[in-house]
């Protein structure tokens, strides 16, 4: 009943910047928690960011000052700003977020992942 899509994932070179959003659908009453996830090409998937519902945010230690997760709950959407992107930042990104449906109902969403990658 609930989905998550991903999108603006693509190719940048490193310091270049890419916004990714994630937009959640269905009948859903509220969303808590969101975040963002990603994995590397061999490696393990790992934790990105965090923004609650009420906007207080956490960031892997990697990636402060350079990203920046937010969210527009009007349009069920958060997105993942990421800036000064450097080639180890390159990974598939997945949108995640706890959703409380219609039904009250309470579900983990995944998106389905979308790839960044930082070359020159």
């Known amino acids: 009943q609930v989905q998550l899509v991903e999108s603006g994932g693509g190719l940048v070179q490193p310091g270049g910047s890419l916004r990714l959003s994630c937009a959640a659908s269905?009948?859903?009453?509220?969303?808590?928690?969101m975040g963002w996830y990603r994995q590397a090409p061999g490696k393990q998937r790992e934790w990105v960011a965090t923004?609650?519902?009420?906007?207080?945010?956490n960031y892997l230690d990697s990636v402060k000052g350079r990203f920046t997760i937010s969210r527009d709950n009007a349009k069920n959407t958060g997105y993942l700003q990421m800036n000064s992107l450097k080639p180890e930042d390159t990974a598939v990104y997945y949108c995640?977020?706890?959703?409380?449906?219609?039904?009250?109902?309470?579900?983990?969403?995944w998106g389905q992942g979308t790839l960044v990658t930082v070359s020159s």
């Open positions: 269905g009948s859903i009453f509220s969303i808590n928690d």
């Open positions: 995640n977020a706890q959703v409380l449906a219609t039904t009250r109902a309470y579900f983990e969403v």
């Open positions: 923004i609650t519902s009420g906007g207080g945010t």
